[in-house]
């Protein structure tokens, strides 16, 4: 158990439909991480927060947006969702050092399917 | 954009044999990670390598860290079937904060 708390681990919605993912991190750790993970593109990072501020935004579309509350946990919000949003979407935390990120715990992720 | 390419894309082997895999980088990186990960569950951290030149060992499994930190590999000596897997590296960058970028990963198979 990487201490990382992803919901629900599968959703299944229709094309159009808008969902959110939610993910706690492992205690004490400030930095959340998004991530999609296809058979062709391997695990594509999508953004990124910390301590409640986006930090880093990877390949993320402006369909997809996220946040981090104050109590840490975070949500990815997909909209106008499309077949091709069918993936794998993990979320990982982090320590955060002056040296940049640390170990990252990932989540046992959420399956995603778009009919 | 820092990009990390892993080969071999998949390999299939017998237990017994010996395999490396590696991961390069055209980019220098404070650290980089390897990762494995199981179907259906998310990677899971096994090394970080900090040091250029670095060589790490894990059981039966050596990494090793390029001079110039822009690459890395990961030897697997006597593999088993429990080493079945995707093993994925990623790197970090050299701010505060910057997310690890990952590589496609290698498909590991290990048959008895």
């Known amino acids: 158990d990487s201490g990382v708390t992803q919901t629900p681990k599968h959703l299944i919605t229709a094309t159009g439909q808008r969902v959110t993912l939610r993910c706690s991190p492992r205690s004490g750790d400030l930095s959340v991480y998004w991530y999609q993970q296809s058979l062709d593109q391997g695990l594509q990072f999508l953004i990124q927060?910390?301590?409640?501020?986006?930090?880093a935004k990877g390949n993320i579309l402006e369909r997809f947006s996220a946040q981090q509350f104050p109590d840490l946990h975070s949500e990815l919000n997909l909209s106008s969702l499309e077949l091709g949003d069918s993936a794998l979407y993990f979320c990982a935390s982090s320590v955060v050092s002056m040296r940049g990120p640390t170990e990252a715990f990932f989540g046992q992720g959420t399956r995603l399917t778009v009919v | 954009t820092q990009l990390l390419e892993q080969s071999p894309q998949f390999l299939s082997i017998q237990e017994g044999e010996n395999l490396t895999v590696y991961c390069n980088s055209s980019?220098?990186?404070?650290?980089l990670q390897w990762y494995r990960q199981e179907p259906g569950e998310g990677p899971v951290l096994l090394v970080t390598v900090v040091t250029g030149g670095e060589v790490k060992k894990l059981k039966r499994l050596t990494f090793q860290f390029g001079d110039a930190r822009k690459d890395s590999s990961l030897h697997i000596t006597a593999a088993q079937p429990g080493d079945t897997g995707l093993y994925l590296c990623a790197g970090a960058g050299s701010q505060a904060g910057t997310a690890l970028i990952f590589g496609k990963g290698t498909t590991l198979s290990v048959s008895s």
């Open positions: 980019s220098v990186f404070s650290s």
């Open positions: 927060y910390y301590n409640g501020e986006e930090r």
